[in-house]
């Protein structure tokens, strides 16, 4: 069965720019998370999704979004571009919310470049 | 302050030999999570722990949460060089369907053949 499937895997983009990061969940798991890791550092809650509702937003400013589709896929844009937005995105899913509860697998992440 | 410590930040062993790493907060960890991640990739999931006390292994690797469910344990047994990495716990703080993973910052692991 495939994993957790993220595209693309690299991207380089000017400051000001918009990009549009997609994640693929596990077939069945309906959950899907989205976090940003900055070198050196462990993964920072950006949002979750469930049944196409947002279910949790972290601490992150408003050009950051996102959204999910019917078939539980996942799109996180982040507008207006910084450089400290070059980090590592990773994309992770379950079979529903509640982290205390369900196995949450990650995919391979998206290493997004600001220049 | 970070929310989830883990430490070592760094460990560097010899092929063979045995390691732990710990990870702990102050409050209670409604489920801990272990992962491995090779430099600049996704994130392998290793093991999730929910009840106080518990205890999962899989090959070398055993992972435990004590029993006020604030600190975890990763324990690895004749160490690989295939067990190089970086290990993260994760954590849900808040319990019920609203809440997110905490991560510790990682512990990196080295083995010398």
């Known amino acids: 069965d495939a994993g957790v499937t993220q595209s693309p895997t690299h991207l380089i983009k000017t400051r000001g720019q918009q990009v549009t990061l997609r994640c693929s969940p596990i077939s069945g798991h309906k959950s899907v998370s989205w976090y940003q890791q900055v070198l050196g550092q462990g993964p920072q809650f950006i949002f979750q999704y469930y049944e196409k509702e947002e279910r949790g937003r972290g601490n992150f400013p408003d050009r950051f979004s996102a959204r999910q589709f019917p078939n539980y896929s996942s799109e996180l844009n982040v507008n207006a571009l910084l450089l400290g937005d070059s980090a590592l995105y990773l994309c992770?899913?379950?079979?529903?919310?509640?982290?205390?509860?369900?196995?949450?697998?990650f995919g391979p992440g998206t290493r997004l470049t600001v220049t | 302050s970070q929310e989830l410590e883990q430490s070592p930040q760094s460990l560097i062993v010899q092929e063979g030999k045995n390691l732990t790493i710990n990870c702990t907060s102050s409050?209670?960890?409604?489920?801990l999570y272990w992962y491995k991640q090779k430099y600049g990739e996704g994130l392998i999931f290793l093991m999730m722990?929910?009840?106080?006390?518990e205890e999962k292994s899989h090959e070398k690797i055993t992972a435990k949460l004590d029993e006020k469910k604030q600190q975890s344990s990763l324990h690895i047994t004749a160490s690989q060089p295939s067990h190089a990495g970086i290990y993260l716990c994760g954590a849900d703080m808040r319990g019920g369907s609203q809440g997110n993973l905490i991560f510790g910052k990682g512990t990196k692991l080295s083995v010398k053949p």
């Open positions: 992770a899913s379950s079979l529903a919310p509640g982290y205390g509860t369900y196995e949450q697998y």
């Open positions: 409050k209670t960890l409604y489920g």
């Open positions: 722990l929910q009840k106080g006390g």
